[in-house]
């Protein structure tokens, strides 16, 4: 922060692009009060950056402030409805507020916008599993496995597959 407090000549943009990185650093070191503050002070500068905003929201989401970060990627989703990161990341948030609904109707925008995203694919079986389609669930979850394999993503999606292929009794 007080770098960008220095760069007094430079224009808000920059700052704000100074304090978006800070942000950044801080939420990758778990430190997620102090990314918040960061993102914040940035917005600050540049109000409406989809770019800032969709951090913050994966920092509110980081401390569990889902709907904090749903208010943050709407104004993303509203400037933009082709963004399928925020939509992906707002079916997300809506999940873990239970919100299913609005869940699945996020991660079909975003699938449509970008049907061979790793983030997608994974985000919209889980919902689908959730609301009860196991066929639409494995569908998804089989495409990203073969498009991505190797991937962290797969890995999470072979889990998954197998909760649904060997339900607990």
Not at 67 to 96: C, H, K
Request: net charge negative; glycine share 6%; no cysteine.
């Amino acid at each position: 922060k007080a770098l960008a407090g220095d760069m007094k000549d430079a224009g808000a943009a920059d700052r704000a692009a100074i304090l978006a990185q800070a942000g950044t650093a801080w939420f990758q070191a778990g430190d997620f009060t102090r990314a918040h503050a960061m993102q914040s002070a940035a917005l600050a500068l540049s109000p409406g950056d989809p770019e800032i905003l969709i951090d913050r929201a994966l920092t509110l989401a980081g401390e569990k402030k889902y709907w904090e970060a749903i208010d943050d990627l709407n104004q993303v989703v509203n400037a933009d409805s082709d963004n399928f990161a925020a939509l992906a990341l707002r079916a997300s948030a809506y999940r873990f507020v239970d919100v299913l609904g609005l869940a699945r109707e996020d991660a079909a925008a975003a699938y449509r916008l970008a049907p061979e995203r790793p983030e997608i694919l994974l985000e919209y079986g889980i919902i689908l599993r959730l609301a009860g389609d196991l066929d639409g669930a494995r569908r998804h979850w089989l495409t990203l496995i073969r498009l991505h394999d190797g991937t962290p993503a797969a890995d999470v999606t072979r889990r998954n597959l197998a909760r649904i292929d060997s339900p607990e009794k």
